[in-house]
């Protein structure tokens, strides 16, 4: 019998070592919504765990060490670009952000999946390591709706409001290069979408045929 989980996925739990878990990557222009997506994907989904980044920018009101991030001190930060712990590491709005290598390889080896919520610096540095890391992007209705997101959520002053904006478009740039874009327009929808892309993933046949019953195989 096939281990399905509630919402219909294989799920790669108990299939320890059969198959290693996949690598998504998701990136979207600060305030399109990013965070609030993956959150609600976490919250419904089995078998997949978010890789919670090392960050040399100051905490927000609300996060929570080892939540959102690990906050270390640029020395920390640098030490751990020296011993090498990073899959990845950038400079983004001024502050420094990287990915445990050891934390993504330990859940895909389990054969769960780990979403990064990384940068397009980043996101470009994990695909020429890991090739089959699936790139998704998540783009706001609207530049307008961006900005009235941005200041809504109201964790930025106006300066880091225009520099978040600013990269924006730059960032937006690198959408053609990614595999999947989802619009959050409606929340549910992206959820939705997002979803769906994390499920075409555990339905390929590298995935499915080492749990298929001896007979299909
Ligand atoms: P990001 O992680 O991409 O920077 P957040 O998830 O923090 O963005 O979202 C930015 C703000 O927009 C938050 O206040 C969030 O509640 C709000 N938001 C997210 N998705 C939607 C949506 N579909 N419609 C309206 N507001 C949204
Ligand atoms: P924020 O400061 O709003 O949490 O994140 C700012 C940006 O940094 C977002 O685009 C987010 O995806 C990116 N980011 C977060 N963690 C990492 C990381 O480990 N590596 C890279 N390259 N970018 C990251």
Redesign the pocket.
Known sequence: MIPFGRRGAPLPGPLKSMTKGDLFIVS????????????NVLSRMDGIAFSISHTTRPMRAGEQEGVDYFFVSQERFQEMVRQNAFLEWAEVHGNFYGTSKGFVEEVRSSGRDVVL?IDVQGAFQVKEKVPDAVLVF?LPPSME?LER??R????EDDSTISLRLANARAELEAVSRYDFIVV????ER?VQGMEAIILSRRLSARRMLPILPEEFR
Not at 184 to 187: A, C, G, K, T
Request: proline share 4%; net charge positive; hydrophobic share 30%.
């Open positions: 979207a222009p600060s305030g399109a919504g990013k965070s609030t997506i993956l959150r919520d998540v709706e997101r941005l809504r959520r109201g964790t959050n327009d409606e929340l992206a």
